[in-house]
């Protein structure tokens, strides 16, 4: 996967769902909150505004009323809850493979996040610890999660008491810091430092992951490796769109498309509005963005997945879009083809296209 842009960070829905499922808090009242659609929740897969993550522990550090609030989510952590993230790690074959496999991975779970190495001895490694983007209480807090949820799962996965040698935070010192020594295993832990940093034993990274399996380390790399770059952030509108996009071929009418959002179609047209846009302006969207990418698929086939009866509908859908400025690529092909029937593979070459 390819190194993530720092701009228009995106964080995958597992890390929110994990803060709050782990604060015991109500997950719909609090992603609503912080502006994450309760849908988005219920998946593991939808990505959210890196900034909605943050709102989420500031939300969360708020509702519980204690600034340990990412010492208590920290404790309640159970190795899998970032799906595909932590699985590379439990399936790793020892430690340092592991980080260097999260390294990699990482826009898996987060593209707003990086481990840089910074120095090194005989015995021990040093590690800086980025976020791309965010400022603030929320920043503060995820970065704590991050650093102590990093040896709670090194500990899980090779059955030893994995701790740092040191912790350095460029945020301020809490009145107290017993918690954090608690968490981490060590009393060499540090506020106010130039940067967020780990130090860890070279031994440590050298102990064998519990979970090694070879093969399926190896599906789940290719997996990962083959997945495309985060999405776009979910939005209620990005969602109306799968939906619509989903339906074609199958009706895609309002009422259809209305009741799988659980809404009247009027609610949707009004929401649909209130947003600058409309049914039939997304339908015409939707099916252009489909037909440019089935271009190859045939025209009787295409026809029926963009939800037309047959190819002349479809032919005539694209000179509307045509005169209005909005043609789908090879939509001239679509309606000379219609119009002349089916060409021959031979004759397709020498017209310098396929039939």
Not at 39 to 51: E, I, K, P, Q
Not at 107 to 136: C, K, M
Not at 304 to 310: E, K, P, Q
Not at 329 to 352: F, I, L
Request: with cysteine; hydrophobic share 40%; glycine share 8%.
């Amino acid at each position: 996967m390819s190194d993530p842009s720092t701009a228009n960070a995106l964080d995958c829905v597992l890390l929110p769902r994990l803060v709050i499922t782990a604060s015991g808090l109500d997950p719909a009242r609090v992603a609503g909150q912080a502006d994450i659609p309760a849908w988005a929740l219920r998946t593991n897969h939808a990505t959210v505004a890196s900034d909605r993550y943050l709102r989420i522990w500031e939300l969360v550090e708020h509702e519980l009323g204690s600034p340990y609030a990412a010492v208590a989510i920290v404790r309640n952590y159970r190795v899998g809850a970032l799906g595909l993230y932590d699985y590379l790690f439990i399936t790793a074959s020892t430690l340092w493979e592991g980080f260097e496999i999260s390294g990699t991975f990482m826009p898996t779970v987060s593209t707003n996040w990086h481990f840089q190495y910074a120095s090194e001895t005989e015995r021990d490694i040093t590690f800086h610890v980025n976020l791309n983007n965010g400022e603030g209480r929320g920043a503060e807090l995820a970065m704590q999660f991050g650093l102590m949820g990093t040896f709670t799962r090194a500990r899980a996965v090779t059955g030893r008491p994995v701790n740092p040698v040191r912790v350095s935070f460029r945020q301020a010192a809490p009145r107290r810091r017993d918690a954090f020594v608690d968490v981490l295993g060590t009393d060499d832990v540090h506020f106010g430092a130039p940067a967020d940093a780990v130090t860890v034993r070279k031994a440590d990274m050298n102990l064998p992951v519990l979970g090694f399996d070879p093969m399926l380390a190896s599906i789940l790399r290719r997996h990962a490796d083959a997945l495309p770059r985060p999405p776009a952030a979910t939005t209620w509108l990005d969602r109306f769109r799968q939906v619509l996009r989903e339906s074609l071929g199958s009706g895609s009418s309002l009422t259809q498309v209305a009741a799988r959002l659980a809404m009247s179609p009027r609610t949707l047209q009004r929401r649909l509005a209130d947003l600058g846009t409309g049914w039939r302006h997304e339908l015409d969207g939707v099916r252009r963005a489909e037909a440019a990418r089935m271009k190859a698929a045939g025209r009787a086939a295409l026809a029926h997945r963009l939800g037309y009866s047959d190819a002349r509908s479809l032919a005539r859908a694209n000179q509307r879009w045509k005169h209005r400025g909005v043609a789908t690529p090879g939509d001239e092909e679509v309606a000379e083809d219609v119009e002349n029937g089916p060409v021959a593979p031979s004759q397709g070459w020498r017209h310098g296209r396929r039939g």
